[in-house]
């Protein structure tokens, strides 16, 4: 007979089981993962000890996990020091260095300028402009916020959006920051002006238009001078100068996280796989995960590490698979 399980273990039994993983971030140094989950805790994982010829059940559990906001995590970032966090209202940060030991208390908290006091919005999405040292918050009050991490003060606010901001990305040569909501557009910032200097409105275009999906944008990568994004409309290549659709990719379930990578596109969403995409628009190969849909990629390429080299994704699961070639799952990681 099964031993009885205490109230706790039932309740962490429910809550595994009910877990859902919004953010993933690789350390400075490359050899661990932090996750972060709907109720708000942080968990993390040694890659290298996980992926060491040595590993054991034990090494796929993580080193340690902590509480880190009351509601979902939706967003992590790394510096070279700090792991930055967001959930509702907030963005957080804790230093690395201290993460590892129990008990890791957060080095501070902001909270972007809302017009009202009443307003909590999510924190969606999170954005390191490194040429600038400054971090950019994105979510549910529909403005871009630009955090100075040097002295921690918020510089600017950028206006535009008319809903909920799910996703963000940025062109390194131009400082241009790209962003993606519930409003069906993708608009691109010049840091420098302060100014929105262009609109793809997406569902406008025919060939990208599924209004049985609806307009939102829900994730977005970039690349110089192209740009790939999905959600409600079909995850489709874009060139950015001259406002083009050029490849439309042919699947059909909206897409949450994209990735440029080598030659390749990466894309996520409902459904188990991890679709590889030639530019062209053939799809190269799928890549069956452990969970039902999938939210995060995350490229570990710290040059730090270059053993801990590996793709980790995660999703409506308790679980973050590594695959550590782009063709098949290795094993999976478990809060």
């Known amino acids: 007979s099964t031993p009885l399980q205490s109230p706790t273990e039932v309740f962490q039994a429910l809550q595994r089981l009910h877990m859902t993983i919004f953010s993933q971030s ?15 805790q942080i968990a993390i994982f040694s890659l290298s000890a996980a992926l060491s010829s040595e590993a054991k059940e034990e090494s796929k559990k993580p080193v340690v996990t902590f509480q880190a906001h009351d509601g979902p995590v939706y967003s992590m ?22 993460i590892l030991k129990k008990g890791c208390k957060e080095l501070w908290r902001r909270q972007p300028p809302y017009r009202t006091s009443l307003e ?6 999170l954005l390191l402009v490194p040429k600038e040292n400054s971090l950019i918050l994105a979510g549910g009050d529909c403005q871009l916020h630009t955090m100075d991490l040097e002295t921690g003060t918020f510089t600017r606010a950028l206006r535009g959006h008319t809903d909920y901001i799910h996703c963000l990305a940025l062109r390194e040569r ?6 993606g909501g519930e409003d069906g ?3 691109l910032w010049d840091l420098r002006t302060v100014r929105e200097v262009q609109t793809i409105e997406v569902y406008k275009h025919e060939e990208c238009s599924r209004p049985h999906n609806g307009r939102w944008i829900g994730c977005l990568a970039t690349d110089s001078d192209w740009m790939v994004c999905g959600g409600g409309p079909a995850l489709t290549l874009w060139h950015l100068r001259s406002s083009t659709p050029t490849t439309i990719f042919p699947m059909r379930a909206p897409q949450k996280h994209v990735t440029f990578y080598q030659d390749l596109i990466l894309s996520a969403g409902q459904g188990r796989c991890v679709n590889h995409w030639q530019l062209s628009g053939e799809l190269k190969a799928q890549v069956p995960g452990s969970s039902p849909g999938l939210l995060s990629l ?38």
């Open 120 to 125: 909590v919005p999510e924190i969606n999405a």
């Open 174 to 179: 131009s400082p241009e920051v790209l962003s």
């Open 77 to 98: 970032v790394s510096t070279d020091r700090h792991l930055l966090s967001a959930g509702d209202g907030e963005v957080k940060a804790w230093l690395w260095a201290e």
């Open 185 to 187: 557009a993708v608009r």
């Open 298 to 335: 995350s490229l570990n390429q710290q040059p730090a590490a270059p053993e801990c080299k590996v793709l980790t994704v995660a999703g409506s699961s308790c679980r973050v698979d590594v695959f550590t070639n782009l063709g098949y799952r290795a094993f999976s990681l478990s809060f």
């Open 26 to 40: 690789v350390s400075p140094c490359g050899k661990f993962l932090a996750a972060g989950n709907n109720y708000g």
